[in-house]
């Protein structure tokens, strides 16, 4: 059994993720979509709030789980056996950044290859924290996210916003 993961902090799930799972769900037997802790941001969404978006976003793949973990990602790639690390790639912004982490990540664990798949264009745009601003200032947010969890995202950042006084 092929297993990959797919890492990230979605804060929250996007559309963009969405298509990379479904196309890495295609190329391997199994997919593990893991929310880590990327110690350069400070999330909106609890853990708990994200693995709940991502399961719900993802339950028409059969062959996908979800699951949160607060350790190092090359660790937790020899925990479960997987043999890659699939990551979509937007531009060349992500690149450096994606690069720097792949070779990290093959130094800590070196069973693990990362792969990158292409950014569909209409995804190009699309990112965690456009969403967060567009739905904080009440901005419709359906063509970036699954329908199945707009309207809890666009609560819970509603809500943020006037538990700090609004803006
Ligand atoms: O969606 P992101 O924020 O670009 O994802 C980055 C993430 C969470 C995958 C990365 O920060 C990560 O792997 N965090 C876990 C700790 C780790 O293994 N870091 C890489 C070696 S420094």
Not at 88 to 101: C, I, K
């Amino acid at each position: 059994m092929r297993i990959a993961l797919c890492p990230g902090s979605f804060d929250p799930v996007t559309n963009g993720h969405v298509d990379v799972v479904e196309r890495a769900a295609k190329l391997f037997d199994k997919v593990i979509v893991v929310v880590l802790t990327n110690t350069g941001k400070n999330p909106i969404f609890t853990a708990e709030q994200r693995v709940d978006f991502l399961r719900r976003s993802l339950e028409h793949l059969e062959n996908v789980e979800v699951d949160a973990y607060s350790g190092l990602l090359a660790d937790y790639a020899r925990e479960k056996n997987a043999v890659a690390i699939v990551k979509g790639l937007r531009a060349v912004t992500d690149f450096e950044y994606e690069f720097q982490m792949a070779l990290i990540n093959k130094k800590l664990n070196e069973t693990i290859d990362t792969l990158f798949l292409t950014t569909k264009m209409e995804y190009m745009y699309l990112s965690s924290s456009v969403i967060r601003e567009v739905a904080s200032f009440g901005g419709d947010i359906s063509q970036f996210v699954p329908n199945a969890i707009r309207e809890d995202i666009q609560k819970l950042l509603r809500k943020a916003v006037d538990d700090n006084g609004g803006r």
